[in-house]
């Protein structure tokens, strides 16, 4: 097959969800944590899927339109069938962060589109769209995204609609419109996704797509599910692939940026069977202060010395978010997130640990762009916990080259997300 999709993840936990999927299904695809240099895309010229992990989840408009467009005509130049602006599955943003609505209209100019699809259910991950409404699945029960003990509640982009046709007025001025009779000639054009008959016929849908209203489109990783089971249908793609199994590292280090409190229920089934917890003030890393780096990097250095696993985290829960103060310092949130990644990034140079996990999407974003790492593809899928697989890093630094290498948003995964993946038992 001829290249199939390119893309655009708004953070990197979504972005590594996408490759995941693809893959999953046979189709070989790598993750560029940045443009790469043409030395650096050589090696996977073949492949049939690109992407590029960026921030944009976090950023403000004007951010988008000074950043955005340069990545969509490279992703434009691969000349892939589909190019797709990959956004979080809880379709969590906002008018001035994270904007949906900005980042469409900048790729719909640069494709030269009127007409963009947008699908965001994804059954894989208990996300459902029906008569235009989000629904996710958290615990067991599936709750309207208005009302999603976690996402109602996001510390910067709570989901207060669950419509997503208002949701998006409130960010473009481009229509929303369900298109499940037929695509909109202007506009966004949604399709509903709630089981695997409706994904099937989205594939079909986006297989079909009209001159008008492709290659772009816009959603969560709910595309690529579609595009695959579709594909797998025609006999096009083989629709499985195998991956070897995990070994056990008797040391890994996780970062987390995290208030979810499915991250703090994580954090402490960790501490209880191995890890040894290295808290770090948010504030202190939001302010910049290089003095917390060092004070951290010592103290994770320290538990690896005991024989321990660090598990450096900025909070336990959303009892302990310091939000209101983080957000007081400039681009505070950023700063933690890159704080984290330069944690990491010396811990690493120092011990030659091979496997690494960072928790939170916005830290995942900021963290790992601190790291001397160019593209990732999939080490294994983890089947308990799609969306989130161990990767493996490609990079010209050899302490990282070849790092096992796991990112999750906050409300991601089973208790036992972090001990599994130090123990192989993925």
């Not at 050899?398 to 906050?410: H, Q, R, T, V, Y």
Request: aromatic share 8%.
């Amino acid at each position: 097959m001829s290249r199939l999709i390119s893309y655009y993840g708004d953070d990197f936990t979504g972005s590594t969800d996408v490759m995941e999927a693809l893959a999953s299904h046979g189709v070989s695809t790598v993750l560029f944590t940045r443009l790469p240099s043409a030395e650096e895309f050589a090696p996977f010229a073949a492949y049939q899927a690109f992407g590029v992990a960026g921030t944009s989840r976090s950023e403000n408009p004007q951010w988008m339109a000074q950043n955005l467009p340069p990545v969509f005509r490279w992703l434009k130049a691969l000349a892939a069938r589909f190019c797709h602006y990959k956004v979080c599955s809880t379709f969590d943003s906002s008018p001035t962060t994270g904007s949906i609505g900005a980042a469409t209209e900048l790729g719909a100019g640069v494709f030269g589109q009127k007409c963009v699809p947008l699908i965001v259910g994804a059954p894989q991950l208990k996300r459902y769209t029906f008569a235009a409404n989000l629904f996710a699945g958290y615990r067991g029960e599936t709750y309207r995204i208005d009302r999603h003990p976690v996402m109602s509640r996001h510390p910067v982009t709570p989901m207060a609609e669950a419509d997503l046709r208002l949701h998006l007025a409130r960010q473009t001025a481009m229509k929303t419109v369900l298109a499940d009779a037929a695509w909109p000639h202007e506009g966004i054009g949604l399709l509903d996704v709630f089981d695997a008959a409706t994904q099937m016929m989205a594939g079909e849908r986006l297989l079909a797509l009209p001159a008008y209203a492709a290659p772009f489109v816009v959603g969560s990783s709910g595309v690529e599910y579609a595009l695959v089971k579709a594909l797998a249908a025609r006999g096009d793609i083989a629709g499985n692939a195998s991956f070897d199994a995990v070994a056990r590292q008797a040391q890994t280090i996780v970062v987390s940026g995290s208030v979810s409190p499915t991250t703090a229920r994580q954090i402490r089934f960790a501490l209880e069977q191995g890890f040894e917890a290295v808290p770090v003030s948010a504030v202190a890393l939001a302010r910049g202060a290089p003095s917390v780096i060092a004070e951290t990097v010592a103290s994770a250095l320290r538990v690896l010395g005991s024989g321990k696993s660090p598990l450096v985290h900025t909070a336990l829960g959303a009892a302990s978010d310091e939000g209101a103060k983080v957000d007081q310092q400039t681009d505070g949130r950023r700063n933690i997130g890159e704080g984290l990644g330069r944690v990491l990034k010396a811990v690493l140079a120092e011990t030659g640990l091979r496997r690494a996990i960072i928790a939170g999407g916005d830290t995942s974003s900021h963290a790992l762009g601190q790291l001397d790492i160019f593209a990732l593809t999939t080490r294994r899928p983890l089947p308990a916990t799609p969306g989130s697989p161990l990767c493996t890093a490609s990079s010209a630094h050899p302490p990282l080259n070849g790092l096992e290498i796991a990112m999750k948003g906050g409300q991601v995964g089973g208790d036992d997300y972090f001990v599994a993946l130090r123990d192989g038992t993925v």
